[in-house]
């Protein structure tokens, strides 16, 4: 058991830490000032040193932590900053000040066809973004075909993803990064798409992974999901973390905001 020596664990992680830990994390995004009309100009300008950048904060020192079978909402407005603070959660972007703390396996689904090519099958996307997940390519192979059920997309595997609806990429996103009970699922805005049947699903297939210990990073604009399915919400605003509480208070204060 080494350092967790006389701690319980669950799926090899000492119960007692959370599987998620932000502390006072920021990310910017350097943007150029003074951009030129073409590339070749722009190369020009850099090899001078002529080009100035300037900072944009997407998050700024945010904080909190994700306990285990709970599930954490995030709310906000467009351009608030909540996928990126997903996609610093994820893995995805490293954070210019701050910490990230992920204990265990990480599924995210924070993009549509992220991770997608275009040009391969259903049934090559699978082994791909399993992989691309840190799933071994032969289990993706194995598992290929309790996926497509699952996601009602059988006799659409062997055809190129391009030419699915943003719905069915949902399914077979979402289908595929919760086909393991992972220690932390992100989702972002993914139980948006889909029809209703879906949607039932999802939440169902979540409800399981929570009680098997799995923490999910929840983001939406459907309050209403917000409220039946969150223990915990977190409002952000142009970047800051205005407000952590109970789902019922902060939804109502985020409302009467926009009104």
């Known amino acids: 058991m080494g350092v967790l020596e006389g701690l319980e664990e669950h799926r090899g992680v000492a119960v007692s830490e959370p599987p998620v830990q932000v502390t ?12 030129a009309g073409t590339f070749k100009e722009f190369a020009i300008q850099m090899l001078r040193r002529q080009v100035t950048y300037e900072k944009l904060w997407a998050v700024q020192n945010a904080s909190f932590e994700v306990h285990r079978g709970e599930v954490f909402a995030l709310i906000g407005p467009n351009g608030a900053g909540k996928t990126t603070l997903m996609k610093v959660v994820a893995r995805v972007l490293p954070p210019t000040d701050g910490r990230v703390i992920v204990r265990g396996s990480l599924a995210p689904m924070i993009s549509l066809g992220a991770g ?10 699978i082994v791909l973004y399993g992989t691309l ?127």
Do not use: C
Request: hydrophobic letters at 40%; aromatic letters at 8%.
């Open 116 to 125: 997608f090519n275009p040009e391969l099958t259903g049934y090559e996307n």
């Open 133 to 259: 997940l840190g799933r071994d390519p032969q289990d993706m192979r194995e598992s290929a075909a309790r996926i497509s059920e699952w996601g009602g997309l059988n006799g659409f595997m062997d055809v190129p993803v391009r030419s699915y609806s943003s719905g069915m990429l949902a399914r077979l996103g979402f289908s595929i990064a919760s086909d393991i009970d992972p220690d932390v699922l992100v989702v972002d805005e993914v139980l948006a798409v889909g029809d209703e049947e879906f949607q039932h699903k999802s939440f169902d297939r979540m409800q399981a992974m929570m009680s098997a210990g799995t923490a999910v990073l929840l983001v939406t604009h459907q309050l209403d999901k917000v409220l039946d399915m969150a223990d915990r919400v977190l409002w952000l605003d142009k970047g800051r973390v205005k407000m952590i509480g109970e789902p019922e208070e902060v939804v109502g204060l985020y409302r009467e905001s926009v009104r």
């Open 24 to 35: 006072n994390v920021s990310l910017a995004y350097r943007l150029a000032r003074n951009r």
